[in-house]
């Protein structure tokens, strides 16, 4: 998903959109990108400048005018949500070891440092919607909402963090997670006049795995962004060995009746795998008939 030498994430989520129900929007929205920090913009490629109007000066000769540049946005504006830090800031600094739910970690020359975190995505792709020219600040003008839960961070620490409080729900790693939905949800509904006021499908999660399964029913009709599309055609219940991940038992009135994902609202987008340019010339496929 990303390379070594811009940094970029590229198109994440436009194979996905291009088979999906959702319009060509959806496939703009992932062109995002986590600019190199030794690359300027100019270095950047075409998609990912935004375009610069200018106006026409071939007439003006030497006439002293006043010159006003507009720069279009790149539609569709994402506006993502500040949580409060225990649904981001507080999962990466209390994460048991270093390389858990990250893409990259820095060396002590602030080198970046790909990790092969399998769920790493989430946060890449995060970094990238906050680094993109499609991310607003204005609520009023955007046209989807990122909510930032990192639960592949919270998942990852809730069977040996007795602060998390899981043994509340039920000691599930997946009725634990999809309380902190809940409460995210709760946040933002009393915090932010746009939630009420949008349509449900302009919401995005992302959850890592099979996370979109236990979803709490008051975030299922958002556009859910997951690394599992399973529509549960063949199996209606929980197929997970691990017990704790298992979301059968969560209680109907948190979880409510819906599948894993719906190919009319959500996307599958790919877990995490760390870059590794040499694998094109290496030709690694072609060692096994």
Request: glycine share 4%; net charge neutral.
């Amino acid at each position: 998903m990303m390379d070594s030498g811009g940094d970029s994430v590229r198109h994440v989520l436009k194979a996905a959109a291009s088979t999906s129900a959702l319009d060509m929007d959806i496939a703009v929205v992932v062109s995002v990108s986590i600019p190199s920090a030794n690359s300027l913009a100019y270095d950047w490629p075409s998609w990912l400048q935004p375009p610069v109007n200018l106006t026409d000066l071939k007439s003006t000769r030497n006439t002293p005018i006043d010159v006003k540049v507009v720069v279009q946005k790149k539609r569709p504006l994402i506006y993502v949500y500040d949580l409060p830090p225990e649904f981001d800031n507080h999962l990466l600094e209390g994460r048991r070891f270093k390389l858990q739910c990250v893409n990259r970690i820095y060396d002590d020359k602030n080198k970046t440092i790909w990790t092969p975190q399998l769920y790493g995505a989430q946060m890449a792709l995060y970094e990238s919607i906050l680094a993109s020219p499609h991310r607003t600040l204005n609520g009023d003008e955007a046209d989807y909402f990122y909510v930032p839960v990192l639960d592949s961070c919270l998942i990852t620490r809730s069977d040996d963090s007795p602060h998390l409080l899981m043994p509340r729900d039920l000691r599930l790693r997946s009725y634990h997670t999809l309380e902190y939905y809940r409460m995210a949800y709760d946040h933002i509904a009393q915090q932010y006049p746009y939630w009420n006021l949008l349509q449900l499908a302009k919401r995005k999660f992302f959850s890592w795995d099979e996370g979109a399964c236990y979803a709490p029913k008051e975030i299922w009709n958002s556009m859910m962004l997951v690394h599992w599309g399973n529509t549960n055609t063949k199996h209606m219940n929980s197929t997970s060995a691990y017990w704790a991940d298992n979301w059968d038992h969560i209680p109907l009135d948190r979880r409510g009746s819906h599948p894993c994902f719906d190919p009319r609202k959500d996307l599958v987008i790919p877990a995490w795998k760390e870059p590794n340019p040499g694998a094109i010339w290496l030709k690694l496929w072609a060692r096994y008939p």
